[in-house]
């Protein structure tokens, strides 16, 4: 099985989880487990960091989906940034730059958020 | 995909062109799997007495046209979301219908990611480069590859690959 790890930074009320490796179908629950303890935690301004990204499945996406909804509910947003390429390019092909916002770096994500405080 | 199929297949029925059909699939597939579910398709009409593509693209990869002279292949792109990603306002907005002519002797070739993204024994993706050539080329490529199977180099995938020859 490919290696996959997620690392997770707080910047005041902002929650960073930088993903790695794999993330598929054997992968995904990870994931998901992950930005269900932020819900858990009412912590709705969520930044996922793709840099370490290798590749990602359609299983994958769908953890996007799957909480997407909850989040916005609650006055949040998930952003998301540092997509190589290849990353990129599985994303763009099925819409998701018309449903989340892409940015190129960490820093300017969370001006992002920090601004529209 | 089974059960896409049969959505598909009833929805044709009533709508007669590529968007509309896609948007009533995106209503009834929203309102019907779980959140983190979507589906990616072509959805595409072909006149064959007047030549006419007409394809709609909702988060699937591009159609391969292939003008049946030395040039490579052309990939079509539209834009669209994957359906059910959106309730519809998002993807009915975004999702754009075009219509290609087919001159006499081009083909066009359809395909999922489970071709470009199969992967060998050595973890090595068949990718959208091994695409290129005719679709006949491509295809017996594919076909090949995969019949190596028990040699460790195949790409032991699920795919549809699907090619219609324009005539003249």
């Known amino acids: 099985m490919e290696k996959f790890e997620v690392f997770r ?11 790695q490796g794999f993330l598929d179908a054997h992968t995904a629950p ?4 992950e930005l269900q303890k932020l819900l858990q935690e009412k912590r709705y301004k969520i930044i996922v960091n793709l840099d370490g990204l290798q590749y990602i499945s ?12 909850d989040i916005r509910e609650n006055k949040g947003d998930l952003k998301i940034c540092n997509a190589g390429e290849k990353v990129f390019k599985v994303f763009d092909l099925l819409g998701f730059p018309s449903l989340y916002e892409f940015y190129p770096t960490e ?3 969370v001006e992002k958020f920090k601004a529209a405080d | ?16 062109t590529p968007a509309q059909l896609a948007y009533a699939a995106n209503r009834v597939v929203y309102s019907h799997t779980e959140r983190k579910a979507f589906i990616s398709a072509v959805v595409a009409k072909l006149d064959p007495a007047n030549r006419f593509l007409t394809f709609a693209r909702a988060g699937h990869p591009p159609i391969m046209y292939c003008s049946g002279d030395d040039r490579s292949p052309q990939n079509l792109m539209s834009a669209g979301i994957g359906i059910g990603l959106d309730s519809g306002d998002t993807f009915n907005r975004i999702l ?5 002519r087919l001159i006499p002797g081009a083909s066009v070739v359809l395909y999922t990611d489970g071709v470009t993204e199969a992967r060998n024994a050595k973890g090595e993706e068949f990718s959208e ?4 050539g005719t679709p006949a080329s491509t295809f017996a490529r594919m076909r090949g590859e995969i019949r190596r199977g028990n040699q460790g180099t195949a790409y032991p995938i699920h795919y549809r690959f699907l090619w219609r020859n324009a005539t003249s």
């Open chain 1, 107 to 109: 820093a300017e994500t």
């Open chain 2, 129 to 132: 480069e091994r695409l290129g």
């Open chain 1, 58 to 69: 359609s299983a994958g996406l769908g953890v996007f989906m799957g909480v997407i909804e």
């Open chain 2, 96 to 100: 754009e219908e075009k219509t290609v």
């Open chain 1, 9 to 19: 930074h707080d910047i005041d009320d902002i929650s960073v989880l930088n993903i």
């Open chain 2, 1 to 16: 995909m089974a059960e896409f199929k049969g959505v598909v297949q009833t929805l044709a029925h009533s709508y007669t």
């Open chain 1, 30 to 33: 990870d994931f998901e487990n």
